[in-house]
Nanobody, 134 residues
Framework: VQLQASGGGSVETGDSLRLSCASS?????????????MAWFRQAPGKEREFVSA????????YYANSAKGRFTISRDNAKFTVYLQMNGLKPEDTAVYYCAAGLFEGMVLNVQSTSDTKQYRSWGQGTLVTVSS
């Protein structure tokens, strides 16, 4: 698996976690890491995978699901081929497996609608489990 997600764990309500997703190579599927929009999705037990946040190729633009706004911050370090998700004020409803994803989005306008489309992502990490207890 080229994209390795890490940083999950079991925490209590109100705690923070920082997820990381690192590419083992400077390229993802033959294209530079920096050529990819990077995103985080999550999937809770018995539910569909849902969008959490995304960042543009250079990291200058970020997009968030309503559930993540004000609490989560996405960032990326293209020199380290890594994307991060800082999660503050965690709630039990944030419990899920968190997946990172990489997509090219060539010629596309980036916004929440486009970056939340799972079909646009060509590479996925293996997931890291976040459990938030009340």
């Amino acid at each position: 698996v080229q994209l390795q997600a890490s940083g999950g764990g079991s925490v209590e309500t109100g705690d923070s976690l920082r997820l990381s997703c690192a590419s083992s190579r400077r390229t993802v599927g033959g294209r530079e890491f920096s050529s990819h929009v990077m995103a985080w999705f999550r999937q809770a037990p018995g539910k569909e995978r849902e969008f959490v946040s995304a960042t543009s190729w250079g990291g200058g633009e970020t997009y968030y699901a309503n559930s993540a706004k004000g609490r989560f911050t996405i960032s990326r370090d293209n020199a380290k081929f890594t994307v991060y998700l800082q999660m503050n004020g965690l709630k039990p409803e944030d419990t899920a497996v968190y997946y990172c994803a990489a997509g090219l989005f060539e010629g596309m306008v980036l916004n929440v609608q486009s970056t939340s489309d799972t079909k646009q992502y060509r590479s996925w990490g293996q997931g890291t489990l976040v459990t938030v207890s009340s």
